[in-house]
């Protein structure tokens, strides 16, 4: 990367209020204690979604079906081993379910699930749930010098400039950042921000989207590292769970 693109990354930041403001304008993986929410997302063969939202030692099971209804379940929950909690329903703390996380997804749901406000316990879903879809983007040491490092946000969309149907966000690890993808609700209004908002600001706006993204089809890439953005110059096409791409000056624009 050059000074142009240095530079570039110095003004990126203002651009984002654009993006975020024209086109609109949380949670980690791993939960346990506090009063950080951390939000799972997965859906199953059906169509139904479930999202587990733990906060401290409570924790809040929503399931949404395809007809638009849904059923929660809440109770006290406990951080296992190997990212499993095992969740006590208020309504019944001996029915206990065991719920299974990897990343910010649901592997498996064990255990009939109680419903808060009574009524028949619902039956879990059998087998491996779909978590949302990943990106994995590689080749991110050597810009390391120029701000592309620590907290980054994914973005993708089907169009420019920029719309996005699906983000994320996840901690650049050395060459590489993996990040979950969630839906960006349609009836989102991207018009709430006064200002122009922090990386932290987007990040958190990002732990408030329910649903995992399990789309399938080509889209541009965003990536936001602290010290600015980059737009993949052609779509990326997104047909397996997780997608790698690479980070380099033929496939990003840094200006």
């Not at 169509?47 to 809040?60: K, M, P, Q, R």
């Not at 709430?192 to 958190?204: G, K, Q, R, Y």
């Amino acid at each position: 990367m050059n000074k142009k693109h240095s530079l570039y990354f110095g003004v990126a930041a203002l651009l984002l209020a654009a993006i975020f403001t024209l086109a609109g304008c949380g949670d980690d993986g791993g939960g346990g204690g506090g009063t950080t929410t951390y939000i799972y997302t997965s859906s199953d063969a059906a169509g139904n979604t479930y999202i587990l939202a733990v906060t401290g030692d409570s924790y809040e099971l929503t399931i949404k079906y395809p007809n638009g209804t849904e059923q929660k379940s809440t109770g006290g929950a406990v951080l296992g081993e190997g990212g499993a909690y095992t969740l006590a329903p208020s309504g019944n703390p001996d029915a206990t379910i065991t719920v299974g996380t990897s990343g910010n997804g649901i592997g498996g749901i064990t255990g009939p699930i109680t419903p808060d406000g009574g009524g028949d316990p619902i039956t879990p879903p059998t087998g491996q749930l779909d978590p949302a879809k990943t990106i994995t983007i590689t080749g991110l040491a050597p810009y390391a010098q120029y701000g592309v490092k620590g907290n980054a946000v994914v973005t993708l969309y089907s169009s420019l400039p920029y719309y996005p149907i699906a983000a994320g966000y996840a901690n650049i690890s050395g060459d590489t950042v993996e990040a979950a993808l969630k839906s960006v609700p349609s009836d989102f209004d991207f018009n709430d921000f006064d200002e122009e908002p922090s990386l932290a600001e987007v990040v958190n706006l990002i732990k408030g989207f329910p649903d995992a993204w399990t789309g399938s089809d080509s889209y541009y890439v965003m990536l936001w590292a602290n010290a600015g953005m980059a737009t993949s110059y052609n779509k990326i096409s997104f047909t397996t769970a997780n997608t790698t791409v690479e980070f380099s000056e033929s496939n990003f624009d840094f200006d």
